[in-house]
């Protein structure tokens, strides 16, 4: 089992940067592909960013290419989100989740942390 725990998140106006941490534990999730979902009220949750286990890529959604970047830290086995020029779109519950399969798809991991609030303001 693998236990996540997400911090970092917060208040922000627009044009602002937030950086969300993923802490995990239970077990090394070096060999687990890792992602960053969000949620907002009455939604489904929608894809943010991924990466694999070896940092060896990484991929985004259109709607935060270019703003966000993910990166891992295996030793300290710990997920980021780097958030910058935030908008009040991107305001939503962000989740990190972790599995054996890389995909863009919610259901498609295997653990799931309970979630950070990011609220962006204009």
């Known amino acids: 089992q693998v236990q996540l725990v997400e911090s970092g998140g917060g208040l922000v106006q627009a044009g602002g940067s937030l950086r969300l941490s993923c802490a995990a534990s239970g077990r090394t999730i070096s060999y687990l592909h890792m992602a960053w979902f969000r949620q907002a009220p009455g939604k489904e949750p929608e894809f943010a960013a991924a990466i694999s286990g070896s940092s060896a890529w990484t991929f985004y959604a259109d709607s935060v290419k270019g703003r966000f970047t993910i990166a891992r830290d295996n030793a300290k086995n710990t997920l980021y989100l780097q958030m910058n020029s935030l908008k009040p779109e991107d305001t939503a519950v962000y989740h990190c989740?972790?599995?054996?399969?890389?995909?863009?798809?919610?259901?498609?991991?295997?653990?799931w942390g309970q979630g950070t609030q990011v609220t962006v303001s204009s």
């Open positions: 989740a972790a599995g054996d399969r890389a995909s863009i798809f919610f259901n498609d991991y295997d653990y």
